[in-house]
């Protein structure tokens, strides 16, 4: 079992940044793909970047450009560095992480931290 601890979220202003952590109790270099996903009140949630082991990674539409996914393989923790705060990113954001095994895939999940944009 994998486990997921995020920090860094809290209330900032419109045009401010965030930094979030996950600290992650195995490995990287175990993990298939890890990442963060948002969830807004009333909505479904959704992808906001993802980061392989090896550091590839990609965005949403909507964050590309100014939000920042990175690895610290020494700490085994994922960060999101999130510029240009806009109200429509205020949301859970949770960490995710997906193990491969015996072909099968194994998927986990932070218990989320919020972020609230004021316009």
């Known amino acids: 079992q994998v486990q997921l601890v995020e920090s860094g979220g809290g209330l900032v202003q419109f045009g401010g940044s965030l930094r979030l952590s996950c600290a992650i109790s195995a490995s990287i270099h175990s993990l298939n793909v890890m990442g963060w996903y948002r969830q807004a009140p009333g909505k479904e949630r959704e992808l906001v970047a993802t980061?392989?082991?090896?550091?590839?990674?990609t965005y949403a539409d909507s964050t590309e450009g100014r939000f920042t996914i990175g690895i610290d393989k020494n700490k085994n923790t994922i960060w999101l560095q999130m510029n240009s705060l806009k109200p429509e990113d205020t949301a859970v954001y949770y960490c995710h992480a997906d193990q491969l095994y015996s072909g099968e895939q194994y998927n986990f999940w932070g218990q989320g931290t919020h972020v609230t944009v004021s316009s």
């Open positions: 980061i392989t082991e090896r550091g590839r990674s």
